[in-house]
């Protein structure tokens, strides 16, 4: 079983779409793939233009790393200051903050840590091209053919992820859903946000897989 939020996402839904004879179950807490045929009920027409409206702020960084990802690079690898500020601002808006303290949610020391991640790896500039590649190559279509992910998938919906969930009607047709759920708080940074609850949710995920035997003999005599 694959897990993932952000771009990890995005992979675990190629992994089980391009991949089910391997990976035969998928956990995901986002949503970044898209229908061909776009939305198809008001509600999902709503929530289209409500996410586009909600991303008009989020897409300077976006549009910079798609476009300029190594005039950006240098920039950044030149200051840790630079780096710092990029990377917390997204800490602070993306997450499910209390009264506006980001350290009601990371400490200092886990803020820090993953600052230095990219200032002693130096590796900023690869995940500034990783948003070119994707301009380039596109990959948020898994299918022109109305084409889903077979596999069992459980969705965790944090309610603060920046990337708004569409409806569930929506989701349905991107993924065999055999999991929903709402969470309490959270947002974009789940593993770092609520560890707790992301974990909870899997192992409730992998039970009902078990029980069910949704994945089959083969994998359990594997494991």
Not at 25 to 39: D, F, K, S, Y
Not at 196 to 221: C, I, M, N, P, W
């Amino acid at each position: 079983m694959a897990q993932g939020g952000d771009w990890g996402g995005a992979i675990c839904s190629w992994l089980g779409f391009d991949h089910a004879q391997h990976c035969k179950a998928l956990h995901i807490n986002v949503l970044t793939m898209r229908h061909a045929l776009g939305p198809q009920t008001l509600a999902e027409q709503q929530w289209s233009e409500r996410f586009d409206r909600d991303q008009q702020v989020e897409d300077g960084y976006r549009t910079v790393q798609a476009t300029r990802p190594q005039t950006l690079s240098y920039a950044m690898n030149d200051s840790p200051v630079g780096i710092a500020a990029w990377l917390i601002e997204k800490f602070r808006s993306w997450s499910d903050i209390r009264d506006g303290d980001i350290e009601s949610v990371y400490s200092k020391d886990d803020l820090i840590f993953h600052v230095m991640i990219y200032i002693l790896t130096r590796t900023f500039n690869t995940a500034s091209w990783i948003y070119y590649g994707r301009r380039e190559e596109r990959g948020r279509i898994l299918s022109v053919d109305d084409k889903r992910v077979e596999v069992p998938t459980a969705c965790a919906v944090f309610p603060t992820e920046m990337l708004a969930w569409p409806p569930r009607t929506y989701v349905d047709r991107l993924y065999n859903v055999a999991q929903w759920t709402d969470m309490p708080r959270g947002g974009h940074f789940a593993a770092m946000e609520e560890p707790e609850l992301l974990v909870e949710d899997l192992q409730k995920f992998h039970a009902v897989l078990k029980t069910d035997r949704l994945l089959g003999e083969s994998f359990y005599a594997a494991k």
